[in-house]
């Protein structure tokens, strides 16, 4: 099949006046493809997915989904997709047996037809089937919510900022579940406001306030990253950042994990970082090269956005 | 159609899950009708008369001796002061009081008139109402026995007069139970259709449940249908659990059909989901939803001609009540119960209902989205 899984062309959606949640975004994702839509939050990720789960109208742009326009054939896509909204939204006060069943059912199926897609996650839940799911954990609750995305075999799964609140080693699961998956033939559309998540996916697509700023594999997105790169702390770390920004040879510097991520203009001796530093009343200074990762990349496409705009 | 039963099934296991929910719904109106018939009695039993009696004479204690007789009165003391009569309505010991002045029977005898002075506390209008009623009507009632006694004594014959009797057809013992009970049927019912409906809608938008199901391909009108028929199905039982008990407890006359009485509430009940699925439809929040439904609510019920007689209103809030669907089901339980009334004789109420029913689900279907 030719068609692509998702495909969006230039689709905007303001709410109300003023606040232009998306703004003439264009992207496609293959069949069977992992695709990760990264950004903060804000950045208009569940609107983008909201529309394509036909729960929402663009106001003006093209969007389809598994060859199916969202405002003709909505019926359609209805009836083909998996989506998982941000907020969990199954019946608490229902079973996770109970939970499932009812969705099975008003697709026309039962956990039995499909039950080899679910089988890896729901095993995980089957000694918990009794329970409501109001009362399990929230890596349980998001692998509930996953069986019953998953139950009618969908063609294409919305999954929206589905680790969000979860554990580090259920997001890791997750994401393990999601390969699974898309070994499978399902083509998989996944929002996440991490950084790291994004080198799990295929290619991914950088958005901040409605616009994509690169879609692309994310090797190539941090290869394109080309600028000199080191890792800097002191003692005093406020004050660094505010010192760095001043520095004649600094590109940028933001706060990275327990360090700050110095990109140059161009390439200096670190030596020479070290003893502007040690001139401003810096002490235990250290500079280490650093490999540069999704999260430099995204920073320094936001500062060429900004650029533009201003 | 399979999927309308799934989205019943589910309902049911939901509600019937509830710890609260179930109690509620089967037990509370059981208990509101035994408590609410009781207490919404206009009657006025025990009214606390206090004798101011300045003749002490026979046709006074005759007087006093009728009103000792009648059981709605109930003689808490007795003085020549209307000062300490007076006292003792202010400390609440009295309802009112009977002043005889001095020289009542000779007035009587010689002038062939006396007066005497009922003092009510009007505080609760309607109870003063009522007792006054009573008591002028003791009063009558004294008065043509005297003229009778004493116009025999005096060998003429008796005056003529017009004498005024009655009876009460379809309640012969004037009990207000029986008028009652039949209106606090409804109410249940009502309560049930309209809260119960409308919060189980907004429940599902409160806590994000409808994002879930918008995205199946679950069919608007499957998805209404599915969740208003549990509720349907539950007020109809009640009102079969709430005329039970009160043909049990109250004895209520069950005169006409019963068929009728069900075969509208059926109607009814498609005009009251409609009306809570309307508000569903515009609210955000289960409270929102709770608010607004009790206004509609409380103006449903005040004007329902179930406190108050429509009849006593004035013409523009009798004109309100005409889309008051509430009115229409008191009026039809009280004339096919007590009265016996058959399918002609309300089928101007039917006709209304049937439209409004079409109007308001009409309406909430289409106020209901599942895409922004």
């Not at chain 1, 919305?158 to 554990?167: N, Q, R, S, Y």
């Not at chain 2, 009696?53 to 020549?80: E, P, T, W, Y």
């Not at chain 2, 109870?127 to 005096?154: C, H, K, V």
């Amino acid at each position: 099949m030719s068609t692509n899984a998702i495909k969006v062309e230039s689709a905007s959606k303001r709410y109300g006046k003023g606040v232009v949640a998306l703004d003439k975004v264009s992207f496609e994702v293959g069949q069977g493809e992992l695709f990760g839509l990264i950004g903060p939050d804000g950045a208009g990720k569940t609107t983008l997915i909201r529309i394509l789960a036909t729960l929402l109208l663009a106001d003006e742009g093209y969007a389809e989904v598994n060859g199916w326009e969202v405002r003709k054939d909505y019926r359609k896509i209805r009836r083909h997709i998996g989506y998982m909204p941000g907020r969990f939204s199954l019946y608490q006060d229902l079973s996770v047996e109970e939970n499932l069943h009812f969705f099975a059912t008003i697709f026309g199926t039962s956990i039995e037809e499909n039950y080899d897609l679910i089988r890896d996650i729901y095993v995980q839940l089957e000694p918990f089937r009794k329970r409501k799911a109001g009362k399990l954990s929230g890596g349980m609750k998001q692998k509930l919510a996953l069986s019953c995305a998953l139950i009618h075999k969908p063609a294409v799964l919305l999954l929206d900022e589905p680790t969000t609140g979860v554990d580090a080693v259920s997001r890791q699961e997750f994401w393990e579940m999601l390969r699974k998956l898309k070994e499978k033939g399902i083509a998989i559309l996944v929002s996440t406001p991490y950084m790291d998540e994004a080198s799990l996916c295929e290619r991914v697509a950088l958005i901040q306030k409605g616009h994509i700023l690169s879609i692309d594999e994310p090797k190539k997105i941090v290869s394109a990253f080309d600028k000199p790169l080191f890792a800097v702390r002191t003692n005093d770390m406020y004050r660094l950042i505010q010192d760095l920004r001043a520095f004649e040879s600094t590109h940028s510097a933001f706060p990275f994990g327990e360090n700050v991520h110095l990109a140059l203009k161009n390439p200096i001796w670190p030596e020479a970082i070290q003893a502007y530093l040690a001139g401003k009343g810096h002490t235990d200074i250290e500079i280490h090269p650093a490999q540069a990762t999704i999260e430099d990349a995204f920073m320094e496409l936001m500062g060429q956005e900004e650029e533009v705009n201003q | 159609m399979r999927t309308i039963l799934f989205i019943v099934r589910k309902e049911f296991l939901q509600i019937f899950r509830h710890k609260v929910m179930l109690p509620l719904i089967f037990l509370m109106p059981i208990i509101q009708l035994v408590i609410l018939a009781h207490a919404a009695d206009f009657e006025v039993k025990n009214i606390n008369l206090y004798i101011v009696d300045n003749d002490m004479s026979q046709a006074s204690q005759q007087l006093i001796g009728k009103f000792r007789a009648c059981r709605n009165f109930n003689i808490v003391g007795h003085s020549f002061s209307s000062r300490v009569a007076y006292d003792e309505i202010q400390r609440g010991n009295a309802d009112l009081f009977l002043e005889i002045p001095p020289h009542f029977q000779r007035d009587l005898l010689r002038k062939n008139k006396g007066s005497l002075q009922l003092s009510i506390n009007a505080i609760n209008g309607v109870q003063a109402g009522l007792a006054n009623a009573y008591a002028n009507a003791i009063i009558q009632d004294f008065n043509s026995q005297i003229r009778m006694e004493w116009a025999s004594l005096a060998a003429r014959p008796a005056l003529p007069g017009l004498s005024v009797t009655f009876s009460n057809w379809f309640n012969p013992e004037m009990n207000y139970k029986t008028f009652m009970v039949p209106g606090i049927l409804v109410l249940l019912v009502t309560l049930i259709g309209m809260f119960l409906s409308g919060m189980n809608i907004v429940k599902e938008k409160e806590i994000g449940t409808i994002e879930q199901i918008n995205v199946t391909p679950i069919r608007k009108y499957q998805f209404i249908i599915g969740k208003l028929l549990p509720f349907w199905i539950i007020a109809l039982v009640e009102l079969s659990i709430g005329l039970f008990v009160g043909w049990l407890i109250f004895d209520i006359p069950v005169v006409g059909s019963l068929w009728l009485v069900f075969g509208f509430a059926a109607i009814y009940l498609l005009v009251v989901l409609g009306l809570g699925l309307l508000v569903s439809t515009i609210t955000e929040t289960q409270q929102q939803a709770m608010f607004i439904s009790w206004f509609f609510l409380i103006i449903f019920i005040l004007m329902s001609g179930l406190f108050t007689p429509i009849e006593s209103m004035p013409p523009w809030a009798q004109s309100i009540t005409r889309f008051n669907p509430v009115a229409y089901f008191v009026e039809v339980m009280r004339m096919v119960l007590l009265k016996g009334s058959n399918l002609m004789d309300i089928r101007h109420h039917v006709i209304v209902m049937l439209t409004a029913a079409l109007a308001v689900n009409v309406l909430a279907v289409m106020n209901y989205r599942k895409t922004n």
